[in-house]
């Protein structure tokens, strides 16, 4: 085994069974602690250029209200926030977009998909989502938008408004089931109650969405295995077109975190990483068993002949993304960007119409080599070719040492330019994510 591959295992997170406070789950690259303000200019200077109408757009909202903060959550939410206080937010996002049109790296685009995260989505009413679309399509039309994907709380739910949202064009509904068991959401501090799933599953197959995700978390507060295999089945019962599993972890910027310092306790009240794993592989060996696709770590799809996910595999292949709303996410051709994380700063800047962004990052050519490789890498098979035809690099050979490591460790096989993950290597791809990260980046603090 080469040294340097043997170093760079050493540095990767949760080598222990026992799941302590931290992330681990890689949503982008380089890490977010690299961004900083010296970087707000970059992005700043992007949106003055011209883009390629080769690439793909994508817009991102945010809506941070909930009806309560779980206790695994480290997202910007309020759950304090009356009407007008919303309604000033919506204000502001219709603004900042009307501000990002404006500019020549978006004039002109058209918007090839949409994402509204939280937070809630669905914790604003039918009359105020309506006038935040109404207002957003007058600053950026939707008319070549081929997805829609809008998260939802089932307990916010009703008939009336799951039939608004369909009517905005919500093509893709997500439901933030994550347990059917309701101890477990009460001890996880969750809002909604296991009536209110069946009860909203219900509602929106009537609204005909074209697909409905369910989402699922494996090792949260007081999970067994008795209940985790009756989430399993509850789940196969709705037939839902996809199935989203996450496995529970905790960030520092946690109720679960704090409740550990207060108790001087290094080890999670969860389940460790082993059994969490043990039952994100019994839900996809069962998910399998009744004809879904196991299509990326963490998710199953009914019907893979035409069930698609725009969003993920756009922005995994270098689509541009507006981030709009408090603290979100932006990606303007090889800018990271983030907005000012605390609503007043926010509101305050779109007020005085500027950009509301507080860090960002202009990446090398490299780094987003690695992005993208360690992106499509949680879909569980890499076509070597498609990296050399687009950066020139022979994905295998660059990270030779630290794939045969992995091959060595039946975590991946490769074949005829091939690199795909086995079951043991997809159950714990964002832990071997890091060993294809540059040197300053292995062994820091993710979030």
Sequence with gaps: MADNARNQLDILPHQRDETTVGNYFVSNYPPFSQWSTQGVGDALGQLECKASAATPLGLYLHIPFCRKRCHFCYFRVYTDKNKDDIRQYLDAMIKEVSLLAAKPFVSKRRLKFIYFGGGTPSYLSAMQLEYLVAG???????????????ECEPGTLNEGKLAAIRSLGVTRLSLGVENFDDHVLRTNNRAHESKEIYRAYEWAQSAGFPQ?????????????????????D??????????????MEIPY????FQQMQGNHVEVAPVADWPTKRRWVSDAFDSLEASGYAIASAYTAIRYPENTEFVYRDALWNGADMLGVGVSSFGYLAGVHYQNQAHMAPYVSAIEDKSFPIYRALRTTREEQLIRQFVLKLKLGQIDAGEFINKFGVNVIDRWRDVLKTYENEEMIEIKGGQIKLTRNGL??????????FLPQHRGIRYT
């Design 253 to 256: 910027n946690t109720t679960v």
């Design 212 to 232: 409905v995700n369910i989402d699922l978390i494996a090792g949260m507060v007081g999970e067994t295995d008795e209940n985790w295999q009756k989430c399993i």
């Design 136 to 150: 957003l399509q007058k600053a950026l039309p939707w008319d070549d938008v081929k997805e829609v994907t809008f």
């Design 234 to 247: 509850e789940t196969i019962n709705l037939k839902p077109d996809a199935v989203t599993i996450y496995q």
């Design 427 to 436: 159950l714990q791809v964002d832990r071997l994510l890091y060993g294809f």
